[in-house]
């Protein structure tokens, strides 16, 4: 890019892809900074991505949309923004491969890092949908198969309830101390059917095209599919560092217009408190997109809005 870019995009998932080709269809100058593969990446495959009824992959999605931002003049580069400083009541100053880029605005789009189960091959059973992160992405895939979750606290009583409407065969397989579960998640349990394994995530294998978990007693129990509801990593360290609200999950809190409580930053996607969903991600790009641009015009004097 020539010029400095008026807009610094943070992350290259489907937010910030959605909000670079936005803003750059409104002729803005906006950089990404691509920090590696997206959480989007995992997707083996996704049947509720609309426009695709036939189901489409993480990586298929990723560089269309890519390719999209790049069609209408959106810079793409690769590194990590290493520091964000903000200057004064406006502008940021922010560190990418090794120089200083000052930026009127900056759009926060780094997402969420999932807490994948400690099993050897799990990289490879997410790839082939054995191991899944994402029950309202993909739980009516696992209609009527025999499921299970894996849980360390209640996170894994609810996700079990979400999926017990999908089937009869749902399984908690709890890998955390057994006080990590009250009486109450043990009645719900018990009250919607679940069935519960209390076991060392040692215990628990992946062979074939088959997960088993190895329950106290030696009984062995195979799975069609796994869900991990062990939680995820907001990547709002630049966003702490400015001193953005986030809430006790440490993901950001935004207003209507995905404005943080920092004047000129913003964020979409999984880092935003919320729903996990590409849909929501890319909604809340657009949004953001268009109030970083209707902020830019007020500071070049045009008040008009869209």
């Known amino acids: 890019m020539s010029d400095n870019p008026e807009v610094l995009i943070i992350g290259a998932g489907p937010a910030g892809l959605t909000a670079a080709t936005y803003l750059a269809r409104f002729h803005r100058r906006v950089l990404v900074a691509d920090g590696g593969e997206p959480r989007a990446c995992w997707i083996p495959v996704s049947h509720n991505m609309p426009g695709f009824p036939k189901g489409i992959t993480g990586e298929a999605i990723l560089t269309r949309m890519r390719e999209q931002a790049e069609e209408y003049g959106a810079a793409i580069e690769s590194g990590e923004v290493t520091v964000l400083r903000r200057l004064g009541d406006h502008d940021f100053e922010a560190e990418l491969n090794g120089r200083t880029l000052r930026i009127p605005a900056v759009l926060l789009a780094t997402g969420v890092v999932d807490h994948h189960p400690d099993l050897p091959g799990v990289e490879r059973g997410i790839a082939r949908g054995l191991i899944r992160i994402c029950p309202i992405c993909d ?3 696992a209609t009527d198969q025999a499921i299970a979750v894996i849980g360390e606290d209640d996170k894994g009583v ?46 628990v294998t992946i062979e074939n095209d088959r997960v088993t978990a190895l329950g106290w007693g030696g009984q062995a129990t195979p799975f069609d599919t796994v869900y991990s509801a062990l939680g995820t990593h907001p990547l709002a360290e630049l966003a702490h560092g400015v001193g953005a609200e986030c809430g006790e999950d440490g993901r950001l809190e935004v207003g209507l217009r995905q404005t943080t409580s920092v004047p000129g930053l913003y964020a979409a996607g999984d880092v935003v408190r919320g729903l996990n ?8 790009a657009a949004v953001a997109a268009t109030a970083i641009h209707n902020c830019l015009r007020e500071r070049e004097g045009l008040t008009a809005k869209v």
Do not use: C, K, M, N
């Not at 979400?162 to 009486?183: G, K, M, Q």
């Not at 969903?277 to 809340?284: S, W």
């Open 158 to 203: 609810r996700e079990a309830a979400f999926l017990r409407s999908y089937s009869d065969r749902v399984t908690l397989i709890h890998v955390a101390e057994p006080e990590a579960l009250s009486a109450a998640d043990r009645a719900e349990l018990v009250r919607l059917g679940v069935a519960l394994v209390e076991t060392s995530i040692d215990d």
């Open 139 to 141: 739980a009516f895939e």
């Open 277 to 284: 969903q590409i849909a929501v991600a890319t909604a809340e």
